[in-house]
């Protein structure tokens, strides 16, 4: 999706380096808490919550759908095309 206006100095201010947003599909709310709990605990992502949740059926089985979104810190940046110091 595309960024919301101002989003970009938005996140400048506040030291990140952008957003991410990810959809998926569980079979209990629960389990978006466990995602959400999972990208806490990572350093390259900040302040995860999600922004839709519907139950559904896939066949008899209940599901839900869901979109989260997450800040992105510095500390997601790789490094790849960082030129070696004296190269």
Request: hydrophobic share 40%; net charge positive; proline share 6%.
């Amino acid at each position: 999706p595309a960024a919301a206006p101002g989003a970009a100095a938005a996140a400048a201010a506040n030291g990140s380096i952008g957003t991410v947003s990810v959809t998926g599909v569980g079979y209990s709310h629960d389990d978006v808490a466990v995602w959400l709990e999972s990208l806490a605990g990572q350093k390259a992502y900040a302040d995860p919550y999600f922004t839709n949740s519907t139950e559904a059926l896939l066949g008899k089985r209940k599901t839900v759908n869901w979109t989260s979104t997450a800040t992105l810190t510095p500390a997601a940046y790789s490094g790849r095309y960082k030129t070696p110091a004296g190269g």
